[in-house]
């Protein structure tokens, strides 16, 4: 009865490969969200998906392309991974939308720690 | 430029004592404040949200509070446990254009030794 799940848990790959990261939430919730966290442990968000629809984007590189083909969806593909991809990648969704959507409470998955080699 | 600091960054206390974190935000406008729990190699979880009008809310042994004039929020731990032993994550939410956003502070890392 896992809430939010993402795979892989582990994923190390080499350097120029593409890789992708799936996270599916039982919730019913409306938006889902791809977060990144680094060695300094800071979590910054990438994007933000709200009923299939991409509503955040924070200057995320471009080999970086979310794919929600619902909105209990979320995959991260990555093209041609670079040693600073290298981080723990944490799928999150939250009921609501628009300016409501980050106002309730964000439900994580147990993260999927990238090393890129 | 929005940021949340948080203080210390590490923590040492002994089983069944109390402590307390410290959040300092530069956060405009503002929404919402959030802590979170994060176990290690687990996803956060959260503990408490607070909005602009309230002083102090509770979860259990945890308690938080938020001074929204000085822009500080603080996280109580009463009679800590092992399992307490987690890096805790302030979050404040600033509105930005049709959404909020949310800036994450570095954790304080706590560590409960028995």
């Known amino acids: 009865d896992t809430a939010v799940s993402q795979t892989p848990k582990y994923l190390v790959t080499q350097m120029g490969n593409d890789k992708s990261i799936k996270c599916e939430q039982n919730?019913?919730?409306?938006?889902m969200y791809w977060y990144k966290q680094d060695s300094k442990k800071f979590l910054k968000i990438m994007f933000s998906?709200?009923?299939?629809?991409?509503?955040i984007n924070e200057t995320v590189p471009n080999r970086f392309s979310p794919k929600s083909p619902d909105k209990a969806h979320l995959n991260l593909h990555i093209n041609s991974l670079e040693l600073g991809d290298s981080a723990v990648y944490f799928c999150?969704?939250?009921?609501?939308?628009?300016?409501?959507?980050?106002?309730?409470?964000?439900?994580f998955g147990e993260g999927s720690r990238l090393t890129v080699l | 430029k929005n940021q949340v600091e948080q203080s210390p960054q590490s923590l040492i206390i002994l089983e069944g004592k109390n402590c307390t974190l410290q959040?300092?935000?530069?956060?405009?406008?503002?929404?919402?404040l959030r802590w979170y729990k994060q176990d290690t190699g687990r996803g956060p979880v959260s503990l408490t949200i607070?909005?602009?009008?309230?002083n102090t809310k509770s979860n259990g042994r945890y308690t938080a509070t938020l001074d929204a004039d000085t822009k500080q929020s603080s996280l109580h731990i009463t009679a800590s446990q092992l399992s307490d032993s987690a890096s805790y994550i302030c979050?404040?939410?600033?509105?930005?254009?049709?959404?909020?956003?949310?800036?994450f502070g570095a954790g304080t890392r706590l560590a409960v030794h028995p």
């Open positions: 959040c300092n935000y530069t956060v405009s406008p503002f929404s919402n």
């Open positions: 998906y709200n009923n299939k629809e991409l509503i």
């Open positions: 979050v404040v939410s600033a509105r930005a254009g049709g959404y909020n956003k949310l800036i």
């Open positions: 919730l019913g919730h409306d938006t």
């Open positions: 607070m909005t602009f009008s309230e």
């Open positions: 999150a969704s939250s009921q609501g939308s628009g300016a409501l959507a980050t106002t309730g409470e964000l439900f």
